[in-house]
């Protein structure tokens, strides 16, 4: 019997999660004490300053996705973090940070256009290599980000402490899509979603030791690579294992039937030890996994969710190039 979550649903008709990260060029993250509307940018901590900004990128089609991003401090200090990962062409590894710490939220319109114009920057602190994860708890958005969302963000944060992860920092976000995988997250800087997830597979995610094959129910792809090519990484993922997220990579469409029934992709990806594979797959529409569901708790209509599965996969070139000493 369906339920009126539709986390809930979406576990129950054993959707597949992959192939559902978005790409997004940069990610701008403003700390904003909660509680936050259903359209985030409407809260009453956004200045005006802040929502025109948005509104000026959205029509300007600039890829930027803004999220409001609080952790439990967030309320009692008196600084404003934001961070800013932008996706430099070619990298394929994930995303290059920026991190400022603003007197309020009223500055960061401000220090978010300077950014844009390329302009010096007060504010900027020096950006370590600190792992930023997202939990998206926006429950007045979508009602499965709270019941699923806040206990997997109070756990995480104790795992996060229990592990002594001084590197890791752990943060409540705005609706980022796919709340019926409640809990969903991101892992900055790679950009990496998750879904559907648990303590110890968090714990894996975290420390990237575990069994890989967790990856076949919480990963929903890579945002870098284009949603076909996330269904061939994942594969990729579980042949070669953790070592995976060393690698390099980079995805393309070859071609595509028209009806989009059959896709031929193509995954190239590069070692630590400058050797590049090329691998080529071709992924058919998998009727078993096409799915009818509401996309959210609030949807008035079922959706039918496509989903693809790799029929054939090779390795279409392997080479080693010279890395420079």
């Known amino acids: 019997m369906s339920t009126n979550f539709c986390s809930d649903n979406s576990r129950e008709v054993g959707e597949d999660i992959i192939g559902t990260a978005t790409n997004n060029q940069t990610y701008v993250l403003i700390e904003c004490p909660p509680p936050w509307n259903s359209d985030a940018f409407s809260s009453k901590w956004v200045p005006d300053n802040l929502r025109l900004l948005m509104e000026e990128a959205a029509s300007a089609k ?23 990962y932008h996706q ?9 940070k920026r991190e400022f710490k603003l007197e309020n939220i009223e500055q960061a319109a401000a220090t978010i256009k300077k950014w844009l114009w390329r302009k010096n920057l007060k504010y900027e602190i020096d950006a370590t290599t600190t792992r930023d994860i997202l939990v998206c708890t926006h429950g007045s958005h979508d009602k499965c980000c709270a019941r699923y969302g806040n206990p997997f963000y109070f756990h995480a944060n104790n795992i996060i402490s229990s592990l002594g992860l001084d590197n890791v920092r752990i943060w409540k976000s705005s609706h980022f899509g796919g709340h019926r995988f409640a809990p969903t997250m991101i892992d900055l800087p790679q950009g990496r979603y998750y879904g559907n997830l648990d303590q110890e597979s968090f714990k894996s995610i975290l420390t990237h030791t575990g069994d890989i094959k967790c990856f076949k129910d919480i990963y929903r792809g ?34 595509q039937s028209l009806d989009k029934s059959s896709v031929l992709a193509e995954l190239t990806f590069e070692k630590p030890d400058g050797s590049v594979y090329i691998y ?44 420079a000493s």
């Open 62 to 84: 600039l890829p930027i996705k803004f999220q409001l991003i609080a952790n439990d401090l967030s309320h009692k200090v008196n600084s404003t973090t934001l961070l800013i």
């Open 88 to 96: 430099e062409k070619g990298e394929g590894k994930g995303y290059s």
């Open 222 to 255: 890579w945002g870098i690579l284009p949603k076909s090519i996330q269904i061939v990484e994942r594969e990729l993922i579980l042949r070669y294992g953790w070592d995976w997220f060393n690698y390099k990579a980079a995805g393309r469409i070859i071609e």
């Open 280 to 323: 080529q797959a071709k992924l058919v529409k998998d009727n078993s996994k096409t799915q009818t569901l509401k996309t959210s708790c609030n949807a008035k209509h079922e959706t039918v969710l496509v989903r693809y599965a790799v029929a054939n996969m090779w390795l279409a070139s392997r080479e080693l190039v010279k890395v």
